[in-house]
């Protein structure tokens, strides 16, 4: 991806946010709320870095965590930090902290969390390779990495899930939307260019991780990688 292709992205994703959750449950057959409690079990109590937060759609039930939420568009950390601090404070929990930022370029030092994730978001990523560095760099020994991802086993199952989003997810984004140039045409770009699972297994490899593991998950629209800091 170039980078004016990237800041294009950015304002996009912005444009999506007034509509993000309920057009993730449309394309995901309402799977996504699931998803995302599968990762949050997956999650160990401590300090916990969320890559690409959006809008705290997944923050916001993460329980018992000192948690930063980390993403580069401004106005995604407004909302998100508004929903998910009103939450914490309901159940008596200190506010999360909201940082601007890339994953290529963390703001923060060694060994400073005890887990990353990013759900819907490592394929949004300027240079995952990098990223992924970065990520490993700010993990503490032996701590985890979750992604979860739109899932693209082989090409196959990446042809499948292209016309999945770009016909039946994005006719419904027309209509919620109220405009046909809908800001999802952007996320169904980024799933076609997206790598295999295969290929994500292997580049976390490459950068250092180990215990490097992939799961397809019901009904075969999503994949959760996770991986631990040596």
Sequence with gaps: MRE?????????LEATIPVYDKINRFATLGQVSRWRRMVRRMI??????????GPGSFAEDLTGRDLVCLDPIPEMLKTAEIRVNEARSSRGESPADFVEGTAENLPF???????VCTLFSFRDWFDKR???????????????????????INSIHGFLGHVWMKYWVAAYARIV???KD?????????????????????MLKQVGF????????FPGMA????AKAP
Excluded: M
């Design 4 to 12: 004016e292709e990237w800041n294009e992205l950015q304002r996009n």
């Design 44 to 53: 160990p109590e401590g300090r916990v870095l969320e890559i690409g937060c």
């Design 109 to 115: 030092g060694e060994n400073s969390f005890d887990a």
């Design 130 to 152: 990098l990223g992924l560095e970065e990520t490993l760099r700010v993990l503490k020994p032996g701590a985890p990495l979750v992604i979860i991802e739109p899932a693209k």
């Design 177 to 179: 939307c109220g405009v």
């Design 182 to 202: 809908h800001p999802w045409k952007w996320l169904t770009k980024t799933y076609l260019e997206f790598g295999t699972t295969r290929e994500y297994i292997e």
């Design 210 to 217: 180990v215990d490097v593991r992939s799961k397809l998950i």
């Design 223 to 226: 994949t959760i990688w996770d």
